[in-house]
């Protein structure tokens, strides 16, 4: 339980229950997530044999996923953020964001599986009840079955409540219809949670009327998978055509599903600013390697500060991108809301990761954009950050929204 003693001052240092935490993910992903790596070889590192000809994972990639989240999970460790009565660790906010950070500090790869991401349970799941925490809540927080955040659609982007899906009843069932597109996790998961509205925007008003149903991977069909670059294999899109439902897969409350989900996107926002900051502090370290080994004109590159300025600009904004994460989680954990924070944090950090990834490349010059280097990998998962979980438009709407510029 935190108390209000850890949320009523700000403080930078590390307390000792979360350096103990970070200190054992590093244990962690030495003693597990490391070996796997190692036993993929080529199957993971190279992109041509990592992925089928549709796209998606190969099997062995896709058992290694599981096999670290579900170790992860035994380890106390998958979704340490979610409360102790429904199965997490109960660990603050600020824990959570130094947790996340700190795992994306080891760069791209099979770590990015260690904490619960888009497939793992968040805020929303958590409100299930009565067999749902049986069938899916638990499953999901034990890592035994993962699941999709079904939100976006094919002509709906940022634009998300004027969605097309839709959901009647019907007697005691309700017959679910519409399209999603974009959906991280869907090849693999379980189980998707589908917002859908069950109420005309003419009655319940723009964000009313919208309810989200848990349904199961058989129950759907997977349409084309979406290989967006930097999350290949991941996306997909979910065709639903008259998919009857039971009342209690409804999660949360009928028609007030969409102001749910927006408690808790300023989470989202927030775990993809760690991992921007945790990207950004792992490429500058490989960059300033670099910069000091390789040597031209008869010195280290880094000597040079058309090198030297790049990483110093990098380290100065990731410096302060932290500062502003932080900020957001200990607002997120002393109110329950950071709008604004959030916002800021998810905006500043993932365009300073995009920065330092392609001045990294930069500095790496031809052996940047090679294949085997990792690289491009980070540029191109620094690229689509400033897409997911709001568009830095998006962002920067919001964080005007909320000076009050109409």
Not at 7 to 25: A, I, K, N, P, W
Not at 111 to 117: D, P, Q
Not at 169 to 183: A, F, M, P, S, Y
């Amino acid at each position: 339980m935190v108390t209000q003693d850890q949320v009523s001052g700000v403080s930078f240092g590390v307390d000792e229950e979360t350096r103990l935490v970070l200190d054992s993910l590093d244990e962690f992903v030495a003693r597990e997530v490391d070996p796997i790596e190692s036993e993929l070889g080529e199957t993971w590192s190279n992109p041509r044999l990592r992925h089928r000809p549709d796209g998606r994972y190969v099997e062995e990639v896709v058992d290694a996923i599981d096999r670290i989240r579900r170790r992860s999970a035994d380890a106390g460790f998958y979704a340490m953020n979610l409360p102790e009565e429904v199965g997490g660790e109960g660990v603050s906010t600020v824990t959570w964001y130094r947790a996340k950070r700190h795992v994306a500090s080891h760069g791209t790869g099979l770590t990015e599986f260690v904490l619960a991401g888009p497939e793992g349970p968040k805020p929303l799941l958590a409100d299930a009840e009565g067999d749902q925490v049986d069938r899916y809540l638990e499953p999901a927080i034990a890592g035994e079955k993962s699941t999709a955040f079904a939100l976006t659609e094919p002509g709906v982007g940022s634009d998300a409540p004027d969605m097309d899906t839709s959901a009647e009843r019907d007697g005691d069932e309700w017959v679910l219809n519409g399209r999603k597109q974009w959906i991280t996790n869907a090849p693999y998961a379980d189980f998707v949670q589908v917002f859908a509205r069950t109420m005309p925007q003419s009655e319940a008003g723009r964000y009313g009327g919208i309810t989200c149903f848990l349904v199961e991977a058989d129950e759907y069909e997977l349409g084309a998978i979406n290989n967006a670059v930097g999350m290949e294999g991941m996306q997909a899109e979910l065709v639903f055509d008259d998919v009857r439902l039971p009342a209690d897969r409804v999660l949360g409350e009928v028609d007030a599903a969409f102001y749910t989900a927006m408690e808790f996107l300023s989470l989202g926002r927030l775990e993809l600013a760690a991992e921007a900051v945790g990207f950004a502090e792992h490429l500058l370290d490989r960059g300033v390697e670099y910069a000091n080994q390789r040597e031209a004109f008869g010195r280290s590159i880094g000597s040079f500060q058309g090198i030297s300025h790049k990483l110093a600009r990098g380290r100065a904004r990731s410096y302060a991108a932290d500062a502003a994460g932080l900020r957001a989680a200990w607002d997120l954990e002393r109110t329950g809301s950071a709008i604004e924070a959030a916002s800021i944090a998810k905006w500043f950090a993932t365009n300073v990761c995009w920065d330092v990834a392609d001045d990294v490349v930069q500095v790496h010059g031809s052996s940047g954009l090679a294949e085997e280097n990792p690289y491009v990998d980070h540029l191109l998962m620094a690229r689509i950050l400033r897409i997911v979980e709001g568009t830095d438009e998006i962002q920067l709407n919001t964080i005007a929204d909320q000076l009050g510029v109409n």
